[in-house]
């Protein structure tokens, strides 16, 4: 290797590589770092990943490596030359679209239970816009979501949603408790095109504890149209999120669920109660996080995901029922101004560290807010 190789971090007003910082939007776990923005991973034995030391968010790199090293930390979004820059920056991978706020269920564990919202309907002509829009934006990997805290089969226009994202080959995941997801429907949706993603929240088969759970006596109806959905496919992946307290019981439904689906091509997978930042009570409640790192729920919230209520504002996150943080409203902004609004972007810092968030920021009390460790270092990975 030639000296000429080797690039100094700060080389003058000649390069470009001058006040490059490590990017304060990493993830860092105890086998790897990896960049939401970019997709790009440093694993465990990567002489690169030493390289980025365990400098704080947003703090000097310093040292010699050679052009090529530090073109790919810098095309991996390892480091940066603008922090504020790097904060309006994103990689939209999940759109998150609730058309209708509605949900006609009442389960113990969601907000919902215990503040139901008043009925939206978001206009076609706006969600025809979002989706446009999206795609204008989104990365080809993009997923489409109609789900926040709503039922998204109860939707007056469910069908017609569905029409204009398959008018578009989007890849759409159903995430519903099925009790509206009749065989009409199925077939309709069958005519249409097939989803990307199929999941029916069943977290029990026993009629008195779907009653406790949901508040509904659904279950009969559920299960009909489940039966249907296993003998009509319409989606690539089907799957029963069985959701629960990681208790016996919640043992005990996995066990029951799957010897009643056995042989058939649908996954069964056990999900644990969330506490929705402290909303509702779960068998995990962590302690406030001191020094927030990022966001592992489902991808980054902050940086992969757009979430979109019925009345069109966008939110920070799916966490955030009562929409305190809302950084922008889609009837009179697009999205690519929502993805790069400065509220956005000051959020983006606060749940990353770049910048000290208020003590009753959302994500400090959020089980899947990732954390620094004090000394600086790797955190652990989060609970699953």
């Known amino acids: 290797m030639k000296k000429s190789d080797l690039l100094p971090v700060n080389p003058g007003a000649a390069a470009a590589t001058a006040e490059l910082v490590v990017s304060p939007f990493l993830h860092r776990f105890a086998d790897r770092v990896e960049s939401p923005v ?9 002489p690169l990943l030493a390289a980025l030391g365990s400098a704080p968010p947003g703090g000097g790199f310093h040292g010699h490596l050679a052009a090529a090293d530090l ?38 564990f969601c907000p919902v239970s215990i503040a139901p919202r008043e009925k ?21 990997e993009m997923v489409f979501f109609l789900n926040n805290y709503n039922e998204p089969t109860v939707d007056p226009l469910f069908l017609e949603r569905l029409e204009v994202l398959f008018a578009r080959k989007v890849r759409v995941a159903l995430l519903t408790n099925a009790s509206r997801l009749t065989p009409e429907k199925i077939d309709a949706i069958r005519a249409m095109g097939t989803l990307r993603y199929l999941g029916v929240n069943l977290p029990t088969l026993d009629a008195a504890r779907y009653r406790e759970m949901h508040g509904t006596t659904d279950l009969p109806a559920v299960l009909r149209h489940v039966d249907y959905a296993l003998a009509h ?4 992946e ?15 439904d996995i066990e029951e669920i799957t010897k009643a689906y056995a042989g058939q091509s649908w996954a069964v ?4 109660v969330q506490n929705r930042a402290g909303l509702v009570d779960a068998p995990v409640t962590p302690a406030p996080k001191r020094r927030l790192a990022g966001c592992d729920l489902v991808g980054s919230r902050p940086l992969q995901h757009l979430q979109v209520v019925a009345s069109g504002k966008v939110t920070l996150c799916c966490q955030d029922y009562y929409e305190h943080h809302v950084v922008a409203d889609l009837r009179t902004q697009s999205v690519r101004e929502a993805m790069e609004s400065p509220e956005l972007a000051r959020l983006r810092k606060w749940a990353y560290g770049a910048e000290e968030a208020p003590a009753d920021f959302i994500c400090r009390g959020c089980e899947f807010a990732l954390e620094r460790a004090d000394d600086g270092g790797t955190p652990p990975a989060p609970a699953p």
């Not at 970019?38 to 990567?46: F, K, M, N, Q, Y």
């Not at 089907?238 to 005990?252: I, K, M, S, T």
């Open 233 to 236: 496919p319409m989606a690539e």
């Open 120 to 140: 939206d309907v978001m206009p076609q002509d706006l969600f025809v816009r979002i989706v446009d829009e999206v795609l204008e934006t989104a990365d080809p």
């Open 71 to 108: 073109e790919r930390l810098v095309a991996g979004g390892f480091l940066v030359d603008d922090v504020d820059a790097a904060s309006r920056r994103g990689r939209l991978l999940y759109a998150n679209v609730e058309t209708c706020s509605t949900c006609n269920h009442r389960c113990s």
């Open 238 to 252: 089907n799957a029963f999120v069985v959701l629960g307290y990681d208790d016996e019981r919640h043992a005990n």
């Open 38 to 46: 970019t997709g790009a991973v440093l694993a465990s034995g990567d």
């Open 269 to 272: 997978r056990k999900f644990r």
